[in-house]
C-alpha cells in the first residue's frame, strides 16, 4: 500500500477532500492531509485566494513543504489545484517520490527542473473546458508525452474542483471515474 501525502485546493481542507482521503484510506493507504489554512475553508475560489494572497502563498507553500519532509521521502504526493503547486515540485524534486497525483492543475514541468524524474509515475486529472485547467492543458500534454510513466484524463464539462463532494460543482460521475483510476494508480506504485 501506498503513503500519500494529499494537499487541499484554494479553498480550503474541505469535507470533501477529506472524503477523498478516507476513501483512499479504506483501500489501504496511508493518507496524510496538511491542513495549509489551518482550519479556515471558503465557501468560494475568489475567497480562498485571496486568504492565500493575505497569509502569503509561498509560505502556505512552504508549509506544506515541511509537512512532507517531516514525512520521510517514499511518498506518493497529490493534489488538488492549488495543491498541485506543491504535490508536483515535490514529486520533481525529492529522491525516492513513489508517484504523483494532479488534480485540476498541472505546472509546465520547467518549473521545478528540466525534465520529468525518470521512474515517477504520475496521473493528471481536470476537466475539458474547466477555465483553470484549459490554461495547464498544454503543460499536462507536454508532460505526458515527455514521461514514460504518464498518465493524463480529461473529463467531459467545466467544472474546476469536481471530485469535491462538499463543493457545487461536484461531478459524481467524474469523480468515480478519476477515484477508480487513482486506486489503481496507487496499487501499482
Known sequence: MAEVVLYHH?????DGVRSVADE????GHTVHTPDLFEGRTFAGIEDGFAFAREAGVERLRERGIAEAAALGPELVY???SFGVTIAQ???QTVPGARGAL?????????AFGPAWPAGVPVQIHGKENDEFFEEDLPAARELVSSAPRAELFVYPGDQHLFADSSLPAYDPKAAGALMERVRAFLASV
Do not use: E
Request: aromatic share 4%; charged share 15%.
Open 10 to 14: 484554494i479553498q480550503g481542507l474541505t
Open 24 to 27: 483512499l484510506r479504506r483501500a
Open 78 to 80: 497529490a493534489g488538488f
Open 89 to 91: 515540485r515535490l514529486a
Open 102 to 110: 494532479l488534480m485540476d492543475s498541472c505546472l509546465p514541468v520547467t
